[in-house]
């Protein structure tokens, strides 16, 4: 019984980092004048290709090394940023309109893992 709360709570886990982390890159691709449906499912798909990696290797990071979670997730945080880079433009390339891929994949992911780090101090304190 106890791995299935443990199984729940890292799947709401991966669910609610996914979810905000879409909210808030899709909001700021919107301010970086990012238009059109297609634009933004691309930038959804990104995200969808990248977050869940990215939480799985820190989450067993956390489980089996946890004096390396931090290190292991800001490279992981750093590595992320020229691979969506890269796909945004791969998507510019062939006429997809994102004017300054690396750029926005830049912003994005500070924004969201800033939000995300706040969000986290936020609930620690409250706890």
């Known amino acids: 019984m106890k791995m299935d709360s443990a199984v729940l709570a890292v799947?709401?886990?991966f669910g609610i980092?996914?979810?905000l982390t879409l909210v808030i890159e899709l909001?700021?691709?919107?301010?970086?004048?990012?238009?059109?449906?297609?634009?933004f499912l691309i930038a959804a798909l990104v995200n969808v290709l990248t977050n869940p990696?990215?939480?799985?290797?820190?989450?067993?990071?956390?489980?089996r090394a946890p004096a390396l979670r931090w290190p292991v997730?800001?490279?992981?945080?750093?590595?992320?940023?020229?691979?969506?880079g890269l796909l945004y433009r791969a998507?510019?390339?062939?006429?997809f309109h994102f004017s300054r891929p690396?750029?926005?994949?830049?912003?994005?992911n500070l924004s969201s893992y800033g939000f995300g780090l706040a969000l986290n101090a936020v609930r620690a304190a409250i706890r």
């Open 73 to 84: 997730e800001i490279l992981l945080e750093i590595l992320v940023i020229p691979a969506e």
């Open 27 to 39: 909001l700021i691709a919107f301010l970086m004048k990012v238009r059109g449906r297609t634009e």
């Open 17 to 19: 980092s996914l979810g």
């Open 53 to 63: 990696l990215v939480v799985l290797i820190v989450y067993y990071t956390m489980f």
């Open 102 to 108: 690396f750029l926005l994949a830049l912003v994005c």
């Open 11 to 13: 799947l709401k886990g």
């Open 91 to 95: 998507a510019k390339k062939s006429g």
